[in-house]
């Protein structure tokens, strides 16, 4: 008779703290499931729910600095107007305007993070 070991060690998954920050950021995106941004990190949803209370009762923002991936400042501005010509743009030096579709404009500054763009854009996309 073969000896079973019944004694078998769980083994956590270590997150490193900047990927537990913007897995969080990413389920605060507007319209953004914990379930789906969680099976997207192959993370368990209750994990990220527990993240999401960690940072909020330690009062520390899920996005810290512009080194952090997280959410960018975006402002989304009207559509053509009757005759068909865009609003003109504010400008500023430093930034960019993108035009996803015809439906969205987002303008970003100099310091953003390019990672959380990306994601914004993704989401602008599938609209």
Do not use: C, H
């Amino acid at each position: 008779m073969q000896d079973v070991d019944t004694k078998s060690k769980r083994r956590n998954k270590r997150w490193p703290e900047a990927l537990k920050r913007e897995i969080v950021a990413a389920s605060y995106l507007p319209n953004a499931s914990v379930s789906v941004v969680a099976r997207q990190y192959d993370v368990n949803a209750n994990q990220v729910f527990g993240w999401r209370r960690r940072y909020r009762e330690a009062e520390q923002p899920p996005v810290s600095g512009l080194s952090t991936p997280g959410l960018v400042p975006v402002t989304i501005t009207p559509g053509p107007d009757d005759e068909g010509v865009l609003p003109a743009a504010p400008t500023t030096p430093g930034r960019i305007e993108i035009e996803v579709g015809a439906d969205y404009r987002v303008r970003v500054g100099s310091g953003f993070d390019a990672r959380a763009l990306g994601r914004v854009l993704d989401v602008l996309r599938k609209r």
